[in-house]
């Protein structure tokens, strides 16, 4: 991405207080949620809370938010417009905007992921075994560029304890659709973590509306290797014999890093494995590619990578012919970005970072703008803009 500019960054950053938080509201053509607790959280994130927490350190400031969203009473959201209701795999989805993996890994907010509105989570990185992750600090931010730097290494309280909280979530009758994001614990020898893949399957799986196998975070060792198609199918093949009865939709979640000949390889294996779809992208490690270059050690995600992410987003749609469901991740914090991603190639929409700098409001401004843009361009589904920008795909 030439021309990008370039920023260093030797310290760990703090957010501005001045940043927009957003307003909560309902559904992407409803007026303003009445709920007097939606009223009080949002003013609450707004001032005092954000621009005390964004004076500390980013993964302390990550626990109190989700302290706070744990709180949060269940109640339902309005409607959604019918222009945005998306079906893949026979599921229904009331809106294509969902919460990446990263900012749940244990489900433990989910009651709030719902009243905002997202159309869908996705909980995780779960791992099997309970595991701390990499040593702390291991979260920065990067505030002029609307990033964070991670190195997390999946800190996870294991399935078996994250299982019930699932379980209630689906007691709870959410409209919101679950995603479950698998990853392997970091001390699993490379002989056994397939193993890993298939016990989360396992045990997991049938609470899911459908499956992402994580092959890409830059934080776990030796992980995106499992990326080739010959070692993706390994687990591919794993994950569905573990659940035979109740097989749920699968995707792989692929690396931003990837080259074009490696990208081609992963999609004809995706299509021949009959993948039900890609989660596109993770975060980088080529940061000078995105215009930022930082002294500590992760991935990076938030603004810089919208492009990046847009880029693959296309390539894979293109690779796999329109044939399999894209969920774009990646740079999103606006409408606009997540169009950028529909007419690139994907059938929905996650981000995580846009939401630590823009707040719980961002979801509603994303339905909002995804109606008017879906109008402007004489769509009348989100189905219709869908690699839109592609042109015709052969």
Same mark, same amino acid.
């Given at each position: 991405?030439?021309?990008?500019?370039?920023?260093?960054?030797?310290?760990?950053?703090?957010?501005?207080?001045?940043?927009?938080?957003?307003?909560?509201?309902?559904?992407?053509?409803?007026?303003?949620?009445?709920?007097?607790?939606?009223?009080?959280?949002?003013?609450?994130?707004?001032?005092?809370?954000?621009?005390?927490?964004?004076?500390?350190?980013?993964?302390?400031?990550?626990?109190?938010?989700?302290?706070?969203?744990?709180?949060?009473?269940?109640?339902?959201?309005?409607?959604?417009?019918?222009?945005?209701?998306?079906?893949?795999?026979?599921?229904?989805?009331?809106?294509?905007?969902?919460?990446?993996?990263?900012?749940?890994?244990?489900?433990?907010?989910?009651?709030?992921?719902?009243?905002?509105?997202?159309?869908?989570?996705?909980?995780?990185?779960?791992?099997?075994?309970?595991?701390?992750?990499?040593?702390?600090?291991?979260?920065?931010?990067?505030?002029?560029?609307?990033?964070?730097?991670?190195?997390?290494?999946?800190?996870?309280?294991?399935?078996?304890?994250?299982?019930?909280? +699932?379980?209630?979530?689906?007691?709870?009758?959410?409209?919101?659709?679950?995603?479950?994001?698998?990853?392997?614990?970091?001390?699993?020898?490379?002989?056994?973590?397939?193993?890993?893949?298939?016990?989360?399957?396992?045990?997991?799986?049938?609470?899911?509306?459908?499956?992402?196998?994580?092959?890409?975070?830059?934080?776990?060792?030796?992980?995106?290797?499992?990326?080739?198609?010959?070692?993706?199918?390994?687990?591919?093949?794993?994950?569905?014999?573990?659940?035979?009865?109740?097989?749920?939709?699968?995707?792989?979640?692929?690396?931003?890093?990837?080259?074009?000949?490696?990208?081609?390889?992963?999609?004809?294996?995706?299509?021949?494995?009959?993948?039900?779809?890609?989660?596109?992208?993770?975060?980088?490690?080529?940061?000078?590619?995105?215009?930022?270059?930082?002294?500590?050690?992760?991935?990076?995600?938030?603004?810089?990578?919208?492009?990046?992410?847009?880029?693959?987003?296309?390539?894979?749609?293109?690779?796999?012919?329109?044939?399999?469901?894209?969920?774009?991740?990646?740079?999103?914090?606006?409408?606009?970005?997540?169009?950028?991603?529909?007419?690139?190639?994907?059938?929905?929409?996650?981000?995580?970072?846009?939401?630590?700098?823009?707040?719980?409001?961002? +979801?509603?401004?994303?339905?909002?703008?995804?109606?008017?843009?879906?109008?402007?361009?004489?769509?009348?589904?989100?189905?219709?803009?869908?690699?839109?920008?592609?042109?015709?795909?052969?």
């Amino acid at each position: 991405m030439q021309g990008a500019r370039k920023i260093h960054y030797m310290h760990r950053e703090v957010a501005p207080n001045g940043a927009n938080f957003g307003g909560l509201r309902g559904g992407a053509g409803g007026g303003k949620m009445r709920h007097p607790m939606l009223q009080l959280a949002q003013a609450t994130y707004a001032w005092p809370l954000r621009p005390l927490m964004f004076r500390l350190d980013p993964e302390r400031t990550h626990r109190m938010t989700l302290a706070i969203l744990a709180r949060m009473p269940a109640f339902s959201p309005a409607p959604d417009p019918p222009e945005l209701r998306t079906t893949l795999w026979g599921v229904t989805f009331s809106n294509p905007v969902g919460l990446a993996a990263g900012l749940d890994k244990d489900a433990r907010a989910a009651a709030a992921w719902n009243a905002l509105g997202f159309g869908f989570v996705e909980v995780g990185t779960i791992t099997p075994r309970p595991q701390f992750g990499n040593p702390r600090p291991r979260m920065w931010r990067i505030p002029e560029r609307r990033a964070l730097v991670n190195r997390l290494g999946f800190p996870s309280d294991g399935m078996e304890a994250v299982k019930p909280r +699932v379980q209630r979530m689906r007691a709870q009758g959410l409209r919101m659709r679950i995603g479950l994001n698998f990853g392997p614990n970091k001390e699993t020898p490379p002989e056994r973590v397939v193993e890993d893949y298939a016990a989360l399957a396992s045990r997991l799986g049938p609470l899911a509306d459908f499956i992402v196998v994580n092959l890409s975070s830059p934080n776990t060792p030796a992980l995106r290797a499992w990326q080739a198609p010959e070692r993706m199918r390994t687990i591919v093949e794993a994950v569905r014999a573990a659940q035979p009865q109740s097989r749920r939709p699968l995707m792989v979640k692929l690396s931003p890093d990837l080259e074009e000949r490696e990208l081609r390889e992963i999609c004809a294996a995706a299509i021949d494995l009959a993948l039900d779809g890609i989660v596109a992208t993770n975060t980088t490690l080529k940061r000078e590619e995105v215009g930022v270059a930082a002294s500590f050690e992760g991935g990076l995600s938030g603004a810089p990578l919208l492009e990046r992410a847009s880029e693959v987003i296309g390539q894979i749609y293109r690779n796999t012919q329109g044939r399999l469901p894209i969920i774009g991740v990646g740079g999103i914090a606006s409408a606009e970005d997540a169009y950028a991603h529909i007419r690139a190639g994907a059938s929905m929409v996650e981000f995580y970072t846009g939401f630590v700098y823009r707040g719980p409001g961002l +979801v509603r401004e994303i339905k909002e703008g995804l109606v008017r843009l879906l109008n402007r361009d004489g769509f009348s589904s989100i189905s219709e803009a869908v690699g839109s920008g592609q042109g015709k795909v052969t």
